[in-house]
């Protein structure tokens, strides 16, 4: 660049005061600073810092500017006063250091066209300066969101009922004291959610029913769709028969849909009296388990029936029982 193709610029203030671009050099020079990475928007003041290391007869380290990160929609840069990506709101939903690490290594840089997954000691390995976009990254908080749950389910079950501790507490599920009795209970309760957590934060509402009461449905809710009270109580009562025929003794596994024949009809009424949040629970999975009380039994719908016939471990801690379908027929009765 020739020098007539640049303008003079302020180094110091009337008070005597260095401004950043003589203040930053001479700081670095100090330091022993031998490579500057930093964002593409300061690549128009990179003749000048050069100019100046050699005004002062030193080194100027190797400089290299890096794309952006772009806003979701891809208008504008990544900002945290209009997008929701401050360093503390990360930490209050849950999201894991080493997760957060790896989503950040790979904005504008990969290491081939299939890994993403990598530990510190891994990206620190890799890491090539060559393999970095020209092109901008675009912020995706799903992905974000979803490599945090791989962090999660890699973690053990004791360690992951350790690191929500602090969120059950901040909802009031279990008291702030170190209750012996409360983490053990916690320890039990939390290979229930392993598999489904995505933030720590969401283990208060996945578990908020096994330390309250479960407010049930207007019965209305219980018929499904194109029936009405007197079919869907015949659907219950079949469904119960053929249950009662198959689960006996203590019930290892659940495997969502049961079988290929199941009345599918009996899914919505089922579904309906373990409310998640919501009259239309399709994400609960589960609502009441022998843990507490032997009379109830996990139904475990894996956001609809008719997904995929998924085996789900129950790790031991819930018993069979055909009480929920009793529930069920005693729920549809009052339809009469």
């Known amino acids: 660049m020739q020098n007539a193709d640049l ?12 401004v950043y671009h003589l203040a ?8 022993g600073i031998t490579h500057v990475i930093r964002g593409e928007e300061w690549v128009p003041s990179a003749p000048y810092h050069v100019m100046l290391y050699n005004a002062f007869g030193w080194q100027p380290p190797t400089f ?3 794309p952006t990160i772009q806003r979701q929609d891809g208008r504008g840069k990544l900002s945290k006063r209009k997008d929701d990506v401050s360093a503390n ?3 209050e939903r849950g999201y894991l250091p080493e997760a957060m690490f790896n989503y950040l290594a790979l904005q504008g840089w990969s290491y081939d066209d299939h890994t993403e997954i990598m530990s510190r000691d891994e990206v620190i390995e890799r890491f090539t300066i060559d393999r970095v976009q020209a092109s901008p990254a675009r912020w995706n908080p799903d992905k974000l969101k979803d490599m945090n749950g791989i962090y999660i389910r890699k973690l053990s079950s004791d360690t992951v009922a350790e690191r ?18 409360e983490h053990a209970f916690v320890k039990r309760l939390t290979p229930l959610i392993h598999e489904r957590l995505e933030e720590l934060s969401e283990a208060p509402e996945l578990l908020e029913f096994f330390f309250r009461d479960v407010s049930y449905p207007d019965a209305k809710l219980l018929i499904p769709k194109k029936m009405d009270a007197a079919s869907t109580a015949v659907a219950c009562v ?10 006996s003794g203590t019930l290892r596994r659940w495997r969502i849909g049961c079988a290929r024949s199941a009345t599918s009809s009996l899914s919505s009424p089922a579904r309906s009296l373990v409310p998640f949040a919501s009259p239309s629970p399709g994400a609960a999975w589960l609502r009441r388990s022998s843990i507490r009380s032997p009379r109830w039994a996990v139904i475990a719908p894996y956001s609809g029936w008719q997904r995929q016939r998924t085996r789900y471990k129950l790790a031991g801690v819930t018993r069979c029982c ?5 529930t069920v027929r005693s729920g549809v009765r009052k339809l009469h």
């Open 164 to 181: 929500i501790m602090p969120f059950l507490v901040s909802a009031g599920l279990i008291s702030a004291e170190d209750d012996a009795d």
């Open 24 to 31: 930053h050099l001479v700081d670095d020079h100090l330091m």
């Open 89 to 91: 709101r990360f930490w």
């Open 238 to 247: 079949r469904h119960t028969r053929r249950s009662q025929s198959c689960w």
């Open 322 to 326: 055909t009480r929920s379908f009793q």
């Open 64 to 66: 290299a500017h890096l």
């Open 7 to 18: 303008y003079d610029i302020v180094l110091l203030k009337s008070s005597g005061m260095p």
